[in-house]
């Protein structure tokens, strides 16, 4: 049995300079439909032609080329984090939350590479 819960939703994430025109690309290039823009998050959603698969773009001034962090979905961020650091799992800093959107953290596989849980709170899922 696994150790923490998740849902059936993953979301890629990528580094990119500009979500608008990213996201443009991605319609035009790939047919990925647009779910939404957070302007005020610096972040863009979306949905791939896989199921309960989307693409999250977070806008940086320096983006880090090939950065790409696979983002699960989790039903209780709080309870998986602690499980996770009871055996030792390295995070990123503190959970960030932006209020009424999502709740996220970052942590580390043995070998370092970054990955992330993220908790709903639109109360939509």
């Not at 990119?16 to 319609?27: I, K, P």
């Not at 209020?99 to 709903?120: H, I, Q, R, S, W």
Request: proline share 6%; net charge negative.
């Amino acid at each position: 049995m696994p150790l923490v819960s998740l849902e059936n939703t993953i979301t890629i994430a990528l580094s990119v300079s500009d979500r608008h025109a990213s996201a443009r690309w991605y319609e035009g290039m790939l047919g990925f439909e647009p779910i939404y823009h957070a302007d005020e998050a610096g972040w863009s959603e979306l949905r791939t032609k896989t199921p309960n698969v989307t693409l999250g773009l977070g806008e940086h001034t320096k983006p880090a080329p090939g950065n790409c962090v696979p983002v699960f979905g989790t039903s209780d961020l709080d309870t998986a984090r602690h499980k996770l650091e009871a055996v030792g799992v390295r995070f990123d800093g503190e959970t960030d939350v932006v209020d009424g959107m999502v709740k996220t953290a970052t942590f580390y596989d043995p070998d370092g590479n970054a990955l992330m849980l993220a908790e709903d709170l639109t109360g939509e899922a």
